[in-house]
């Protein structure tokens, strides 16, 4: 954790139901939304939120774990919500929820879930330490907690492909 910058809690960068109205234009061939719409959205709003956290512009270093849990169908608002749940050094996550919302019953379902790695960029385009981040509730805990899992994954991953080209 890095101790030179001050932490500060999730919900200081956090997006809460961020609102996309579905249209026409925005659906498939199966007359659901596009996957890659509510992707590029969500890549979007994780770099609010890192840039927001870290106070740096930020790039997006890895994707995982997108989950389509449901579709989306016309006239469906799309909910997204997205906050910071751990930070290392230069690098932080962010973990998007989509849901779709019948704007007429108030129904929602959950549609989406992802996670952002995305890393902090100094003038020269150079990783730079970001401020921790101080989950205060219980489910902020636990994704902070989640977080770490993934990350040993990403790390363990990377060994063994590097490791197999060796």
């Not at 019948?102 to 902090?120: D, M, P, Q, W």
């Amino acid at each position: 954790m890095n101790e030179s910058k001050t932490a500060k809690p999730v919900a200081a960068s956090a997006i809460d139901n961020h609102v996309y109205k579905v249209f026409p234009n925005d659906l498939n061939s199966h007359e659901t939304v596009f996957g890659g719409l509510i992707m590029a959205k969500c890549d979007r709003l994780a770099l609010v939120v890192a840039e927001r956290h870290s106070g740096q512009v930020c790039v997006t270093a890895a994707v995982d774990s997108i989950h389509f849990r449901a579709p989306a169908k016309g006239g469906d608002t799309l909910l997204f919500n997205l906050s910071l749940n751990r930070a290392w050094g230069s690098s932080m996550e962010i973990g998007a929820k989509v849901l779709a919302e019948n704007s007429y019953t108030g129904e929602t379902r959950h549609i989406l879930s992802a996670f952002f790695t995305f890393v902090a960029l100094d003038d020269e385009r150079r990783p730079v330490e970001v401020s921790p981040v101080v989950p205060e509730t219980e489910q902020q805990q636990q994704r902070y907690q989640d977080a770490e899992v993934r990350r040993e994954g990403r790390l363990a991953t990377r060994e063994r492909l590097a490791a197999a080209k060796s």
